[in-house]
């Protein structure tokens, strides 16, 4: 079972940037993807990103494409989602997690080890 640590939320303007961080700790498997996902209040919990850990593939939610961006340190064992023009309804809290394999979805059922979640306010 993976520990995964997020970081890096915050208050930010309309139009503002954040970067998230995740920690990633407990590897056991060959092959890993990361995802990361958000719930805003009254809402489902939704898919943004994910990224095989080798970072050779990459897939966005139409919601942050052109906006958000998913790296990864191996060597730092941590996933980051840049996210840049900031809107009021990406407010939520914001979670990665983790699936074993080589498949990258936006599906949250398909992961199994998440993090605790990051609140991301945009508000001015």
């Known amino acids: 079972q993976l520990q995964l640590v997020e970081s890096g939320g915050g208050l930010v303007q309309p139009g503002g940037s954040l970067r998230l961080s995740c920690a990633v700790s407990?590897?056991?498997?060959?092959?890993?993807?990361i995802g990361w996902f958000r719930r805003a209040p009254g809402k489902e919990r939704e898919g943004l990103s994910c990224?095989?850990?080798?970072?050779?593939?990459?897939h966005y939610a139409d919601s942050v494409k052109g906006r958000f961006t998913i790296s990864g340190d191996n060597a730092k064992n941590t996933v980051y989602l840049e996210m840049n023009s900031l809107k009021p309804e990406d407010a939520a809290v914001y979670y990665c997690?983790?699936?074993?394999?080589?498949?990258?979805?936006?599906?949250?059922?398909?992961?199994?080890?998440w993090g605790q979640g990051t609140q991301v306010t945009v508000s001015s």
């Open positions: 407990g590897f056991t498997a060959d092959a890993y993807v």
């Open positions: 990224m095989r850990w080798n970072g050779r593939v990459s």
């Open positions: 997690a983790a699936r074993s394999g080589l498949l990258c979805l936006l599906n949250s059922r398909q992961y199994d080890d």
